[in-house]
């Protein structure tokens, strides 16, 4: 079984489309989180929820929006595109803010 | 800013041969952890380290945490190529939001 599982694994699409992407975690954790890694495979954190409350969020457009409709399901929507949002997305799940992450496999998003 | 300092950036090396992964900031951690990630792939926890000047290993795998909690190091004995892929540090900082702060990364090669 999957621990955190994101869809889609690849994702191509337009300058200036909307997209999203999903999260779910089956270890019964209360923190979800979304990171961007980009060329350079830097992981940078985005945004963290904790009991489907925002709790963190990083200095991110606006274009990106999070949304959690219960603890085990962390969604990310981006509006209009930009070639600049080209990177892997890392949905992650923990049971408390400092404890261990699980990751999910990664999305790939390729702005054309 | 925090931010995490990894060094060296790229390391390739013979199967059989030892290296250092370094990891330091000028912040105080709360506690910090090794990640190491392969392509395609989310990243893995193997070891969380919470108080200054411990140390833990696991297999050929050591990890030491400095004693005032700002750098930690890697040290891989008689590496193999299954150690291949990007090892990541990231501290938990618990001023203001509690979060993670990745490091930048290093990429281990080891041939065969």
């Known amino acids: 079984d999957t621990a955190v599982s994101q869809t889609p694994k690849y994702l191509v699409t337009q300058m200036g489309n909307d997209k999203s992407i999903k999260c779910e975690q089956n270890l019964g954790h209360d923190t979800m989180y979304w990171y961007k890694q980009d060329s350079k495979k830097f992981l940078k954190i985005m945004f963290s929820?904790?009991?489907?409350?925002?709790?963190i969020n990083e200095t991110v457009p606006n274009r990106f929006s999070p949304k959690s409709p219960d603890k085990a399901h962390l969604n990310l929507h981006i509006n209009s595109l930009e070639l600049g949002d080209s990177a892997v997305y890392f949905c992650?799940?923990?049971?408390?803010?400092?404890?261990?992450?699980?990751f999910g496999d990664g999305t790939r998003l390729s702005i054309l | 800013t925090q931010l995490l300092e990894q060094s060296p950036q790229f390391l390739s090396i013979q199967e059989g041969e030892n290296l250092t992964v370094y990891c330091n900031s000028s912040s105080v951690f709360s506690s910090l952890q090794w990640y190491r990630q392969e392509p395609g792939e989310g990243p893995v926890l193997l070891v969380t380290v919470v108080t200054g000047g411990e140390v833990k290993k696991l297999k050929r795998l050591t990890f030491q945490f400095g004693d005032a909690r700002k750098d930690s190091s890697l040290h891989i004995t008689a590496a193999q190529p299954g150690d291949t892929g990007l090892y990541l540090c990231a501290g938990a900082f618990t001023s203001g939001t509690y979060k993670y702060i990745f490091g930048t990364g290093t990429r281990l090669k080891v041939l065969a």
């Open positions: 929820y904790n009991n489907k409350e925002l709790i």
């Open positions: 992650a799940s923990s049971q408390g803010s400092l404890q261990p992450q699980h």
